[in-house]
């Protein structure tokens, strides 16, 4: 990554932080927060403080009953944000499934793009091998659009991801992106379906998914409808949860975890590390 990461002692190896910044009006958990410029570079600013290592800039939503939101329109709310952090070095990853957006992106000094259907558009595979951005290849159950509330069978949606990164990254790599350009993201939440159970089985089987297709892997559990359906809290008392999945996916391996809270990841992170430190060493 870049000179911001740091490695933790023994036992977890800290994966690297990606911290959102939602630039949209109704985004789940923080619509209309930081949808003016000075807004979003002083949240980027803060969760940079706290230990991001990527800042993710999202133009549009992507919950189940988003508002559509045109590319031109993703890329006037990006433009200022993405200019003043890229202009102070700082990584910055765009979540957007546009393919106008992600050329804007690119052009603008991105260094990922993220995109939820996994770069579906084969016709763009060529300019993206130019771009030299890394690619986050995300799976989810709907394939094309935003989350939408469906029941998955677990089984299903596993086999399902299996099949969808075998061929998307095959594919990816034959138009002439590197392999150490790709990150995947499995999906969580409505991208695997309404129910906890599909989410559950993925982080369960991190570890297998990850030696299964020798690429870094992100994840993105932060506030996410599994957790809410799992636990009964509402979003204000989400926080708990969401750092026991992370924690648990940093456990098993993940590379990146994306999240909304940086500063409790990253503590959290740091007093696991410590305490795997000292088992470690028999003290």
Do not use: W
Not at 96 to 104: D, E, G, I, L, V
Not at 230 to 259: H, K, M, N, V
């Amino acid at each position: 990554m870049d000179k911001h990461v740091n490695t933790s002692p023994v036992g977890i190896r800290r994966p690297s932080l990606v911290g959102i910044v939602n630039i949209t009006t109704d985004s789940f958990s923080d619509g209309n927060r930081f949808l003016n410029t000075r807004a979003a570079v002083a949240h980027a600013h803060r969760l940079r403080e706290e230990g991001a290592d990527v800042i993710e800039l999202g133009p549009a939503a992507s919950h189940p009953g988003a508002q559509q939101v045109p590319a031109d329109e993703e890329m006037r709310r990006l433009a200022d944000v993405i200019d003043q952090l890229v202009t102070e070095d700082i990584p910055v990853s765009v979540d957007s499934y546009q393919s106008a957006t992600q050329r804007f992106a690119a052009a603008r000094g991105a260094t990922y793009l993220n995109d939820i259907q996994g770069f579906a558009d084969p016709a763009q595979y060529g300019e993206l091998a130019d771009t030299g951005c890394r690619l986050v290849v995300m799976h989810s159950v709907q394939r094309l659009g935003p989350a939408t509330r469906v029941r998955t069978d677990p089984a299903e949606v596993s086999r399902a991801m299996e099949e969808f990164f075998d061929e998307r990254l095959a594919a990816l790599e034959k138009a002439g992106i590197a392999h150490d350009r790709l990150v995947i993201d499995p999906g969580l939440g409505h991208f695997l379906g309404s129910t906890p159970e599909p989410s559950l089985r993925t982080l369960a089987g991190l570890e297998q998914l990850k030696a299964r297709f020798d690429v870094p892997v992100l994840v993105s559990p932060s506030r996410k409808s599994f957790l809410r359906a799992l636990t009964g809290s509402g979003l204000p008392g989400i926080g708990p949860a969401t750092l026991a999945a992370e924690l648990y996916a940093a456990r098993s391996g993940a590379d990146f975890i994306r999240t909304h809270d940086v500063a409790a990841l990253r503590d959290a992170l740091t007093v696991f590390g410590a305490l795997e430190a000292v088992k470690e060493s028999g003290r």
